[in-house]
């Protein structure tokens, strides 16, 4: 089946008093490129987490966002009130032992209290087995969503992709018609080139020259061959799970063929249907970087 590897998915469920969303994106990567925010309870189930996303996506840049909060309305953190004062007291002592204005900025001072130790306490510090369990299905939920969309848009893009296909095959077609007359055209014009010159040529070496020479031209091994990478192409579409790769790599034999059918040309009109071969197939291969 084909998969884009771009896509986003999202879920959300309850455990206890807390409600966690798992939001999921990911972008077109060589390798699975994994990272995680989350909330530091969290943190000890990364592995959990990495083993069920990779596990489903495979391949790509891939960014889990994690939040939770309180369903029932209860803060997260608290206060520690007896610490909290302890420091002011403190300050306040050492101020006023120094001589120093205390009092004048009560919202700086507040601030700098909370960020003392031990004075804001996590009251879920420890994850519990019921909230891991359920944090695992929500990412999990999350990323079968972003695999949903993946393969929506891996749809849309293997149609353009085979069309272009379609278009390279019809275009090797298209280059028979001018071989017969290319044939002709070298013919003539080394014959011409021979009279110009005023050069006597025995009629049976020059034809075997000829026949040599022209064979150079001969470009029926690479119509066979680029047929062949595109039928194969198309097998491997239809297939094979996550052909990415493998498609990027026919399409790079499909390229030296259309190249070597290039080089062989001699010809205007087989010099513009390569050039509009050569043009289908870039296309096609930017397509496939987002094939997964």
Known sequence: MIKSMTGYGKAEAVSGDTKITAEIRSLNSKQFDFSVKCPSVYRSADNELRAIVSGILVRGKVDLYINCESAAGTAPVKINSGVFADYYNQLQNIASDNGIPFGNSPEGLISVILRMPEVVENNSE?????????????????????????????????????????????????????????????????????????LNCDENR??????????????????????????????????????????????????????????????SRIQKIVVGMKDELEKIKEQLLNIL
């Open 126 to 198: 420890n994850l519990s087995e019921e909230e891991k369990t359920v944090l695992l299905e929500t990412v999990k939920s999350a990323a079968e969503s972003l695999d949903a969309f993946r393969i929506s848009e891996g749809a849309i893009l293997i149609a353009d992709i085979l069309e272009r296909v379609g278009y390279i095959e019809s275009a090797v077609a298209s280059v028979e018609p001018f071989e017969a007359e290319r044939i002709d055209t070298v013919k003539s014009r080394i014959r011409e080139n021979i009279e110009k010159a005023q």
């Open 206 to 267: 020059l034809e075997q020259e000829l026949i040599y020479y022209i064979e150079k031209f001969d470009v029926t091994e690479e119509k066979v061959r680029l047929r062949n990478h595109c039928n194969y192409f198309r097998e491997v579409a239809a297939g094979e799970d996550n052909p990415g790769k493998k498609l990027g790599f026919i399409a790079q034999e499909m390229g030296r063929e259309i190249n070597t059918l290039g080089s062989k040309a001699n010809h």
